[in-house]
């Protein structure tokens, strides 16, 4: 898949953070939960469906997408080759006894060996994949029907959904996602956490729109 | 080939060597050879003297202690040596314990004459010394029993650590060992047909699996000396390449840290050691070094060069291997 | 330089060190217990196998600080335990070991395998095992070994 450029997701973002403010300003303070209420929001759906291109490309990045396999094992690394040490899925997305996921991953990052880690770390469910079985990324069409299907995306709706974004310690994380064995730092999604829960307000307030499949 | 060389080694042994008794401080008898050192000096460089007393010891509790000339690494030497003796010496294979030899002469490998393992000789060359040792043991135990009890050997046997004689008599080798330890050393003892074998040739039990096991056996990164430390070395990343420059000030400034130095590699390049108190500290200082590697003087490894150098030196005069003539 | 209150195969234990430093290091400088072994020290290899909380660990990539209060258990305490006993058993009758380093890494992973699935497949052991390196290639007993014990136990 083919991400939007940098200067692209700039340049919308700044039309979606006036649209944000806006919203915010008349729903309360910001980080309030927002309710799922049609909220006349500057662009409405186009804003929505900008946000969304906004959310695509955090999910999709390296940091979330290598735990949103459709396969038997997570990724790694921003090249998301196949997780190494033979570690695979597991009934529940743990891992297998003595090779649980929590046989290297800690509650936290432990920067000085380089292994990342944050509360419960596991792999999203099978119906949660943003890939397909080749390891290719799915189109933007393909995982905001996913995000937005409830019979996949654990019943969550929009509250649900935020409140994920907003709290889940495994999306947190992968805005602070540590050091590598290198020394080096992971690379980080395109937006901060801060924006990117932003983007997830405009897009539920416009509708949770999702694209045409082209 | 071995059984000449050795009988004529035995030959000279029982004309000059005489038994000494030793008490352990544990209650047990080690069965002792010494040696009369002008005999050895005497002695052409290839005649090697194996006293039992240096391989086994029969202990009073019955727990025979074998000790092994080699190391072991997973081949399974340690347990291998131990049944060719036990297997002549008719011992009891279940009380039998293997140690690894201390560094001494007399563990040397018979046909390289240093003290190692490897070159797939430790069976080849002990072979026959380990099965020698074990009869020649068996001849003792059984020496002192038919003393004792004033029987035809010929109406003895052993089996599993214990003499059998005439008339329902039989002693353990535990009680014996203390007699047959005055007893000379015989210069040839029959070794057994290979059909009555009971260890050699059967599936047997390895001896060192439970402390691999119960993490109790000490390999060689366990070893804890007083004082010692521990050091790292960060290597070149190519085979001869040495150190323009580094900055070693982050890594000194670690807490622990005792040096940083530079030594020579095996592939005439150049490293860089860290050396501290304990690993991690060394670990952290070794990430810190900062260094600038020289490649200049790298092998650069060329297929068709290699072609052409062996093609040349195949057209030279080689060693001779062996001959057939 | 922090302090950390370890439980260690049931007993408690009191260590002052960096608090960066890989628990198999606290385990085998501080306290001297050697038995758990470094092979690699990129969780690649298992041989640093510990069980945290009842978790198989890979103690060389977990910084002593994030142990907090949960109980570690290692090779030298997994005899104490009826299937660790059961599995070192079986270890020694099938004549499992031959070098012997990646052992207790083996058999720390083989009973976290076993307390979670008594009678484990084929599939379930390579799942399980396939993390644990050896370099004498002893696999082939470690499953008749895991086998052994599973029915010793049952």
Known sequence: MVHPSTAMLRRSFMLILVACAWSAASSGALGQDTAMKKVPVQGGREAGLAAWEHLYSVLTHPRCINCHTATNYPQQGDDRHRH??????????????????????????????????????HLAPLSMKWQNGNDEILSSAEVCQSLTNRSKNDNLDGAGILRHHQQEPLVLWAFKPGLRRDGTARSLPPLTHEEFVAATRTWIAAGMPCPQNP | MFATTIAAQELGLSRRGFLRVSVTAAGGLIVSLYLDSPLLSQQPPQLKVYPPDAFVHIKRDGMIVIQVNRLEFGQGVQTALPMLLADEMDADWSHVVAELAPAADVYKDPLFGIQMVGGSGSIAHSFQQYRELGAKVRAMLLAAAVQQWKVPTAQCRTEASVV????????????????????????????????????????????????????????????????MKVALVAHPPIFGASPK????????????????????????????????????????????LAINWDFSRVESADTAQLWAKYKELAGTPGNVAGSTS | METYKLTVNGQAKEVSTDPSTPLLWVLREELKMTGTKYGCGISACGACTVHVAGVATRSCVVPVSLIGD??????????????????????????????????????????????????????????????????????VRIRKAIKAASQQLA
Request: glycine share 12%.
């Open chain 1, 84 to 121: 190494l040490f033979n570690v695979v899925r597991g009934p529940g997305g743990k891992g297998v006894p003595a090779l649980n996921c929590a046989t290297c991953h800690q509650g936290a990052n432990a920067d000085s060996t380089g292994v990342p880690g944050a509360h419960n770390w």
């Open chain 2, 164 to 227: 059998y004689g005439p008339g329902g008599r039989s002693a353990k080798y535990a009680e014996l060992a203390d007699s047959a330890a005055r007893l000379p050393v015989p210069e040839n003892s029959p070794l057994k047909r290979a059909s009555d074998f009971k260890l050699i040739g059967k599936d047997t039990r390895r001896l060192d699996s439970r402390p691999k096991c119960d993490g109790s056996l000490k390999f060689g990164l366990d070893l804890d000396l007083p004082g």
């Open chain 2, 245 to 288: 420059s580094f900055d070693d000030k982050a890594a000194r400034s670690l807490q622990g840290v005792m040096d940083v130095f530079e030594i020579p590699t095996i592939s005439r390049g150049t490293a860089v050691v860290v050396v501290a108190d304990k690993f991690w500290t060394a670990k952290q200082a070794r990430d810190r």
């Open chain 3, 70 to 139: 949960r109980p570690i258990v290692t090779i030298e305490g997994i005899g104490q335990d009826p299937v660790g006993r059961a599995v070192e058993d079986a270890w020694v009758s099938e004549d499992v070991v031959q070098c012997g380093y990646c052992q207790s890494g083996q058999i720390m992973s083989a009973v976290a395998l076993l307390k979670s699935i008594p009678k484990p497949t084929d599939t379930n052991i390579e799942e399980s095992m396939g993390g644990n390196i050896c370099r004498c290639g002893t696999y």
